[in-house]
Every structure is written in structure tokens, then in C-alpha cells.
């Protein structure tokens, strides 16, 4: 009997910057075969058009069936990249998550390939591990410690151990709610379990966007989950 594929719930983070935010979402729609899954955008405090856009799509849209997996959050400020993560997995109750950045695009069949890895790691390891794919246009790939291979279908993806923040990951959401308290800003899953590489599964940073720290996704502005300015 076939294996049933999870729900997976896409969680992105919007902090202004719908130029990007518009092509995160169609790259989504338009690459995605995996079967099962929602993409969930968090506002965070927009003021660029963002949330008109998505009610847009979500009820006057001629062809809504282009974005029935797109569900929106507006928490009404920008509460950074872990805090707006922690927000919208409240709001939910899927298992299985997959934390996409708002400037980043992803490569047809991504989803699917990302879960089959999952599959085959996660009844093996004990405790927190996140999936990561690759993020091309921000930095070379440092050297990692050699994992393992595996087949997907005639594609090896080669998978390898890292702790580098991570521009596209899958987790399990009780793992990261567990672990909320011990987060930085940007998410170091590896810190508190294994994290896995998938150099196969790329995705790709838009043109333009500021690949620096400062003034990158969250443009200057440090919230912890609380709210408050760090």
C-alpha cells in the first residue's frame, strides 16, 4: 500500500518587500507537486501593500483557485524571523513545517524531494533535526561533514550536516516549540539537534535583495518573540 504523504504547512515571513513576496508565492504555486500542503504568509506589520495583496488574492481574485493554499496572518508589527515563525505555528496545528523566506525561490519538486529525506532520517534520530535545502546567490558552501547518500528515484541527493542558518528547512513543530526559549533571531536548529543539508534541492535568492545581515529579511528590525526590541 502507498505511503500516505504528510500536510505540510509552508510558513513565510513578510516584512514589506511584496515585490519579493509575490514571486516566493507563484514560485510556490507554480513548482510545488507535492500534494499535501498550505502556504501560510505572516505580515508582519506591512505597510508596502502586502496585506491588500493577499486579501486581494484570498477574495476578489477572478481565478482563486490559482491561491486556494495560501492562508495570511497580520499580527500587525514585525516580530522577527523566530518570533514571526512562533506566531503562525500558534496558529496552526500541522506537524510538519517548512520555514521558506520570503526572498527566496524554490525549484520545481522541491517539497516532495525535501520530505522524502525526511522520511528516511527522522524514525532514526532522536530529538530536534531539521531538513535544509540548499540557498544559492548568498554564500559558498562551507565544508560540511560527509552524512550519507540517498536514492530519490534516479536523483542521489547528497545530505550533510551543518548548523548554518537556514533560508528553507523542515521540522517537526513540536521540536521547535520545544526548543523556543534556546532559539537565536535566525533560527541555528542545528545548535540542539542535527540538521541536514540537501545540496540537490537549491533555492535561489531573488535579484536585489540585500544579502548582508543588517537590512536583509527583517530590514533592520530585531524583535524578539515577545514583541520588544532586542
Known sequence: MA?????????????????????????????TLYPNYEHIIVSQGSTDGTVEWLNW???????QSHFSRVRAFHPGKNLGSL???LYALEKIQT???VVLDNDMEVPRDWLRKMEHVWHTLYPST???????????GVTKTKKCNFYAHYNYGKMILSV?????????????RKSLLEHRNEMTEHLHVGRYGKTFKILEVEVTHMEGANLGGEGSYLQNLKYKPN???A
Not at 3 to 24: D, G, K, M, Q, W
Open 227 to 229: 514583541g520588544k526590541k
Open 160 to 172: 550533510w550536516t551543518t548548523s548554518d542558518p537556514g533560508a528553507c528547512f523542515m521540522f517537526k
Open 126 to 136: 532522536k530529538g530536534l533535526i531539521a531538513v535544509m535545502a540548499r540557498r544559492i
Open 95 to 97: 506537524d510538519l513545517i
Open 83 to 85: 518570533g514571526g515563525t
Open 3 to 31: 505511503r500516505v504523504e504528510p500536510f505540510i504547512s509552508i510558513v513565510t515571513r513578510a516584512h514589506n518587500r511584496l515585490e519579493y513576496t509575490i514571486r516566493c508565492v507563484n514560485a510556490v504555486r507554480n513548482n
Open 57 to 63: 488574492i484570498k477574495k476578489d481574485m477572478p481565478n
